[in-house]
């Protein structure tokens, strides 16, 4: 045959193979998944699509995680990447369909070294009926009827746990393939039970079984034919229930119905009785009323009811009937616990003497005997009183002239009656030491300095002590029997705390143990009370009421609001100073740095001179570490670290000097007016501080005003005592001047003044302002001893109000001094610079030799001390920073002055130290330059230093 006749039957071959497995696959009653090796679907056969719901299109957009719930995957994901090639896996799994529901499968899968073919068959019917089957055997085991299952021949097939308990065995296999009639008396009942079961297909009736121990009882059963699919009786089922218990009950109701004559015969007077006791009679008209009823029962000649007192041991009669006819005292009869009447109670059971000559029981005791026979008494019946805890209470005692034979009946009617005469004699005895408790129980709650209330179910006050009376104003009469909470509670109130109690009462949830609330008094006042509550229940558990004991914490809460209130003043004041202490200490650093910055920047355009290219360059940068400079400065001065040369003087001049440079500053929409307060006290303040307070403040104000507005500006002398001190934390008693700048704006809220001060803290848009110039303020006033207010409302605008010291001492002049404008210096001196930082160290001297100075550098005090003693001419000034390594600069100023008298200091420093200056004011007679400086600052520094006297 030749290669090409081979190669088209090999072709033919598998055309016909592809075909066939192409029909398998499309024919197939299992669905057929076909997917790569990440799980995404290839194919999917016409059963597939049945399944899944998708078409086959759809499917192959799909993976197998698609289909599968989310939450399955969580607790049981789907490792496919790590199933090795060759591998299946058979497992039930749940996935969704296209309509949403969710269907059990049972998945077939093979790895093949391209993808993997998956078997799917839908086994939700299965589950379901498995589910079930497994409902109906748990139902059947937990049933509490015995449920057993037999073939056609009466062996046992099937017994629940119950059927096995019934007949007390100990496991069901001891019962299983046994015959029915191995549990039953007889063989006869089975079969006539079989029988009607076969003919009628159920069966309903008792037969006697017998147990495992051979005890016998009595069984209810109802048995029914089971069946096959086509009708084919295969087996029967029995349901069991044990009426042995029924039967005995029966048998008692037989027994209790012949005492029910008995028991109906007395209810009359058993119901008078009660209501004699119900209707608040005394204990001795009921007593009275029980010894007429026994005398009529019983038909005898004498009956009395006798007490015993449990401290003495002695008996005392309380009611009697007959003895007045026959001139007996009956106190001779009792002799004091002899006779039958102690038996009674020493027995705790009833004494029954038909005939006292015949009779041995008193024998023994003859002068009870006597006794008795001098009365004529033949029979008697002593039947003791007891509580129902127990508790001999006395005796009820029946005499007779004659011998008597007490009949059951009778005897019946004599327990009723004994046992309602103890129940009236205790509740009543109960009642009288519960009465005399409550009268100490009220004393000893008047005296308690709390509010003590007790409520019914219906939320009546049942009980107020004294002190709850004198809260709200009530008596006992206006208060007692009212509804609490429609009286004393605010209406506000009412309803959540009726909603409260209601649940309460009805036992739906525990009373909280503690709460406040308010309580409105008889004026109509509230007081706030602080409750602990507690639920009041009987002998039985059952809620019959609450219990509350209230604490009047009015005042003390009202105490704690205002202590609270100080409290966060005090933590606002101290965080303001935390954060001070953090902008003092990152603006120091960065003087440092601007200082460099500046002053080479200074050294580089006067080499350049204003016709180079990169003059105007150099100015842009030495106009930044300007503008950068004034921001620490504010820094500093909000940090109380800004120094200062405080002057005295008058607070009406220092703002009338600055109106005409606010009234450009505000704009010509806004109206400024300013009010001066008469006699206006001096204050000792740095004047340029109070440029930059009012700046500060108009800018603000200006900024609040939208359009039209007003800004007023106010002095006046204030005084301060220290009860308004008291409330008001970080104000010291004194006397003060206020400077007041109040506006017309939009105003603010809470939460943004209680954040005013906060450096960098704005409500300004981007670009409109950094935040720092409320906190520039507030570290000016700090710095001078003084505090400040803030008033404002949304829609009513704010005033700040500042409070500085007045100045009292001296007549050191008012005035405000003019400032003169700098001139460059230039000297041919020596100067000693004193400068831990190399690069200010470097830039120091520089900008020191360019004014004409010549320069001795130290980077630490000993090395100053060193070239200072080393130096042969002389040392004309000390310019040294403040606080350096070793010692500070006034300590090495001072040395240097022990040895070089005539020498002239100048301090340098990002921020004042103490070692300078107290609080951050300088004493006149030092001089003091801050960092950064330019080279126009520094010579006129140096001059005024050098000249200073």
Known sequence: MSNTENQG????????SEAFYRFLFEE????????????????????ATEITGYSCEE????????LVP?????????????????STMLKERRIRK?????????VNARVLSDGISATVRDITARKHDEEQLVSKTQAIESSINGIAFADMQGNITFVNRAFVCMWGYDDENEMLHHHASNFLESDKQIDQAMSTLQGQGIYIGELAAKKKNGEKFIVHLTSTLLRDKIGRPIGMMGSFIDTTKRRQMEEALRESEKRLAADLEAMTMLQKIGALFVGKNSMQEVLNEVVVAMQAITGADLVNIQLLDLQSGKFTIVAQRGFEKKEIDPQHCINNLQGACSLALDQCKCIIIEDILENSLLKDMPRALEHHIAAGIRSIQCIPLLSRSGTRLGVLSIHYFTPHKVDDRIQHLLDLLTRQTADIIERSQTEEALRQEMTRSQQYLDTARVIMVALNLEGDVVLLNQYGRDILGYDNEHILGKNWIEKCIPEASREQIKKVFLRVANGNINIDEYVENYIVTQSGEQRLIAWHNSILKDNQGKIIGTLSSGQDITNQKRVDEERTHLQSQLFQARKMEAIGRLAGGVAHDFNNMLGVILGYAELVMQQLGPWDANYGKILEIKNAAQRSAELTRQLLAFARRQTIAPKVLNL??????MLKMLLRLIGENINLIWIPGHDLKPVKIDPFQIDQILANLCANARDAISGIGRITIETQNATFDKIYCMDHPGIVPGEYIMLAVSDTGCGMEKDIIEHLFEPFFTTKGVGQGIGLGLATIYGIVKQNEGFINVYSEIGHGTTFKIYLPQYNSGTTSLSIPIPTSPSTAQGRETVLLVEDEPAILKLGKRMLEGLGYEVLTASIPSEAMRLAKGHTGTIHLLMTDVVMPEMNGKDLAQKLLESFPNLKVLFMSGYTANVIAHHGVLDENVHFIQKPFSLQELGTKIKEALEAK
Not at 60 to 66: A, I, L, N, Q, R
């Open 9 to 16: 039957k090999e072709a033919s071959s598998c055309t016909t």
């Open 652 to 657: 009406n001049e220092a703002v009338g000097g």
């Open 98 to 106: 296209k309509d949403g529901t969710i269907i059990s499968i049972e």
């Open 28 to 47: 197939a009653s299992d669905g057929i998944f076909i997917s790569d090796l990440q799980g995404h679907y290839i194919a999917a056969n016409p059963r």
């Open 70 to 86: 989310q939450e399955d995957l969580d607790r049981d994901p789907i490792k496919i990447t790590s199933m090795p090639v060759g």
């Open 59 to 66: 499917l192959t957009k799909m993976s197998v995680f698609d």
